[in-house]
């Protein structure tokens, strides 16, 4: 089924008899070598119904690798003869994404000389595009160009530019016209293994050059046209449509006699295979990829392919090695390397985005195809992937070859690309290339030893295996000052809420009996919370999460969830607390702590509620701004809360707004510690953001005990957390912000005009009544229990409590809108008016 002939039949029958469409090669209608490279198949693409599968590109039919890379080197020999040694040394190759990128490496590699790089459909942070181009009869058509040496495009030696086929030459004048612009250049070469343009399409090119002033050659490995009937777009979408519907269950029930054969025994789990690739090799030509890494590559195949030959079972004689969408280069390679030094077939294919109807039948090119989810995080958002012929193909095991950035709890998911492989091929074993990001091009100078992590009991009173504080320790130092102070410094722009601390507040023992109280009416409502954030966190996030929570509130919710993962799945899973501050950003020596010593993949930001979700934007801000100065990609800014009433995140343990008792005390429910500190006069551009370790508060701290209390239900929740994260993750999530409009709207009606001073939710009301000077509280009418300790408050500082209709929380703090000390009396308590 892998050839192009299946049966003695041509793989462009099928669509032929059906549709009408026909091959016309130059050597005679119907061509011997179009057949011989090419069949037909049919597209789920509004654009262009038929596609023209190739036999030797190794994308949508597996393929010998000799023949696939032979073809690309002879092609590139071409090029060097056509442009002569002199120019073929001064000229760089492109290859587009995602089918030609292995092509345009083999052109690279038969050239010699060339520097390669390939378009891509993957943004990388901390690299600029250095262009990008429209394909237009593609399913997903925006390309960037993203070398780390903004002067590989800038010369003006001739562009070598490598595609799968030209059918009008689009996507040709799209490139040519947006790199001219930038770096005009006398010469282009055009290369391509097939060449399907109309006598129109060749014209147009031809008119093009002579409009720019360069010269365009074209090189193919054969050339034709396609022959379309009039209105095959509309008959080829009702034929897809059609056949879909009669193979029953959609477009996922196609190739069932080969697809479905039974297998004698249950899947086995996939094996992995350490392939020990070279420090530093870029994974393809994403961002360059120039002789000498070419050179770094050969000499590591041999123990690359060793290593693989060594992990497969000794009775597997007919091997696939599938690449992934772009990743084609680095598998073609090493499927090259198996086949020249093992016994047995070797073949080479690769996952693709592009959907295409399967029809078992020997006259069709795409006879089975695999469905699984993207794995790889793409920028324009989840959707199908596909394997095509790999299902009936009698391999006896296949080798996944994935980048980095595609080793995600997706492809190991149930119905992911590696589940999938093995209900159709007894041994599946997993390749992981490292994903090269280059180094920004003027990384700062930094200190070669970033600070360590503050631990308990020297600094906070949490066990020190609970949370490793990303912080400098400022116990000495006196930060405090009284609320009106600060407050009133705040408003007036002459200080920044970090700058300084408020007093810590003593609760008042009928306080403390509040706290008691909501603790033992809520734990288990908590427990349930923090079971259901983290199996989330778990199962869409990372199988291995490094839990990052954003001091301090976020803290107690962090240590909980590493509890929660140890009681249910036997996971430690470290912990570590860092500051963010708003208008300030997340400490960046905290993140570059934390890329040096993990994935920055498997962090996972950890906070307690969202309120308006000013911190959510803050956060995502800051993580972008640090990922450009820095060139470390890889952190998600999407945070992971308990509450999320405000609907600001996806990855939450409720969107209810309730009491969560450790916003009812400061630092003693928060391992005794301050809030963070960022000064300029004591934090320096390489130090942790500071906080204080109240030691003295020791007696009144109930850090632990609220963490055991809330612990002790989680047996009781455990069966209803399964039951719920299986219902919210088939659940439209999408944040609707709505938290921030009301924040808005209540802002004006109350005429603050400043969203900063409206504190949304129980646990921000909580923070305004202990830390800033509040103006008046607004309550949710019918509010509860949930509602006491505010009250409370409220009374204790002579805050009116006003009762609203129309509230989207359970209750909302106004900070006093245009505080002077005047607006507090002698006793500490608001002068409303």
């Not at 016994?343 to 089975?368: C, E, K, Q």
């Not at 950890?606 to 959510?616: L, N």
Request: glycine residues 10%; charged residues 25%; hydrophobic residues 40%.
């Amino acid at each position: 089924m892998n050839n192009a002939v299946n049966d003695g039949v041509w793989s462009g029958n099928w669509v032929a008899e059906r549709l009408g469409v026909g091959l016309r090669g130059d050597d005679g209608v119907g061509g011997e070598e179009l057949r011989a490279m090419l069949g037909l198949a049919l597209r789920r693409n509004p654009k262009r119904a038929h596609l023209l599968v190739s036999h030797v590109l190794g994308k949508h039919v597996p393929q010998t690798p000799s023949v696939v890379y032979g073809h690309g080197v002879r092609l590139g020999r071409r090029v060097h003869a056509l442009l002569g040694a002199r120019e073929a040394a001064r000229a760089v190759v492109l290859g587009y994404a995602e089918t030609a990128t292995g092509l345009g490496h083999a052109v690279a590699d038969g050239l010699g000389t060339a520097p390669y790089l390939h378009s891509t459909r993957r943004p990388v942070a901390g690299v600029a595009p250095a262009g990008g181009f429209e394909e237009a009869h593609s399913h997903a058509t925006s390309h960037l160009l993203l070398p780390s040496d903004p002067a590989l495009l800038a010369g003006d030696g001739p562009l070598v530019l490598v595609d799968d086929e030209f059918s009008t030459g689009n996507t040709v004048l799209n490139t040519i016209r947006d790199l001219h612009a930038r770096h005009p250049r006398a010469r282009y070469a055009v290369v391509a293994l097939v060449d399907m343009r109309s006598a129109r399409d060749v014209r147009r090119l031809e008119e093009f050059a002579a409009e720019i002033g360069a010269r365009v050659d074209l090189v193919a490995a054969a050339s034709g046209t396609v022959l379309l009937p009039e209105g095959v777009l509309e008959k080829g979408q009702e034929l897809v449509a059609r056949y879909e519907a009669e193979a029953g269950g959609g477009p996922d029930a196609v190739a069932r006699a080969r697809a479905a054969e039974p297998r004698p025994a249950p899947p086995r789990a996939p094996g992995t295979v350490d392939l020990g690739w070279p420090a530093g090799l870029p994974d393809g030509g994403r961002h360059g990829f120039t002789p000498a890494h070419r050179a770094r590559l050969e000499a590591a195949l041999p123990a690359m392919a060793g290593r693989i030959a060594d992990a497969l079972p000794a009775g597997a004689r007919d091997v696939l090695v599938l690449g992934s969408e772009e990743l084609m280069y680095a598998p073609l390679r090493l499927a090259g390397e198996l086949e020249r030094t093992r016994d047995g077939a070797v073949r080479f294919s690769t996952t693709t985005r592009s959907p295409v109807l399967a029809v078992d039948d020997p006259g069709y090119a795409i006879r089975s195809r695999i469905v699984f989810p993207a794995h790889d995080d793409p920028a324009d958002g989840p959707g199908e992937r596909y394997a095509y012929n790999v299902a009936g193909g009698g391999f006896d095991a296949v080798v996944a070859v994935v980048d980095s950035a595609g080793d995600t709890p997706a492809l190991h998911a149930p119905d992911g690309l590696l589940a999938r492989l093995a209900e159709q091929v007894p041994h599946v074993l997993l390749a992981v290339v490292p994903s090269y990001v280059p180094a920004p091009p003027h990384a700062p100078e930094r200190p070669a030893m970033l600070p360590e992590p503050l631990r308990g009991p020297a600094f906070s009173s949490y066990p020190p295996e609970e949370v490793g504080w990303l912080l400098q320790d400022l116990s000495d130092v006196t930060l405090e000052a009284p609320t009106e102070e600060r407050e009133e410094a705040i408003q007036r722009g002459g200080a920044h809420y970090a700058e300084s601390l408020p007093v810590e507040y003593q609760p008042s023992a009928q306080y403390q009996e509040l706290f008691h109280a909501a603790l033992d009416t809520s734990a288990a409502r908590i427990a349930r919370a923090v079971g259901v954030v983290t199996d989330t966190v778990l199962g869409e996030r990372s199988p291995r999460p490094v839990l990052v929570s954003l001091a301090r509130a976020g803290t107690p919710v962090g240590v909980l969830m590493r509890r929660w993962a140890h009681f249910r799945h036997g996971l430690e899973l470290p912990h570590y607390a860092v500051s963010i501050v708003r208008g300030r950003g997340i400490d960046a020596t905290a993140l570059r702590w934390l890329a040096a010593h993990h994935d920055p993949r498997d962090v996972v930001f950890v906070d307690g509620w969202t309120g308006k979700g000013a911190i959510t934007r803050e956060l995502a801000q800051a993580i972008e701004e640090f990922e450009r100065a820095e060139g470390v990609s890889g952190f998600d800014p999407e945070i992971a809360v308990l509450a999320d009433p405000g609907s600001c995140v996806r990855t939450y343990g409720t969107r209810e707004d309730f009491l969560i008792p450790s916003a009812c005390l400061n630092s003693t429910v928060s391992g005794l510690i301050s809030r963070t500190v960022l000064r300029a006069d004591l934090v320096g551009p390489d130090d942790f953001h500071g906080a204080k370790f109240y030691r003295e508060l020791a007696d009144a701290d109930v850090s632990v005990a609220f963490l055991d209390a809330v612990e002790a239900r989680f047996p009781e929740v455990a069966d209803g957390v399964a039951e719920a994260v299986k219902e919210l993750l088939a659940e439209d999530r999408t944040p609707t912000w709505a938290g921030w409009r009301a924040v808005e709207r209540i802002s004006e009606e109350y005429g603050i005009h400043d969203v900063n001073l409206v504190k949304p939710g129980v646990g921000e009301t909580t923070r305004v009544l202990l830390r800033r000077v509040p103006w008046k509280i607004l309550a949710h009418k019918g509010a509860g229990a949930d509602l006491d300790h505010v009250r409370l408050l409220a009374e204790q500082r002579g805050v009116p409590v006003e009762e609203v209709d129309e509230l989207p929380y359970t209750c909302v703090g106004l900070i006093h809108p245009r505080y002077t000390r005047g607006a507090i009396g002698a006793d500490g308590r608001a002068v409303n008016g």
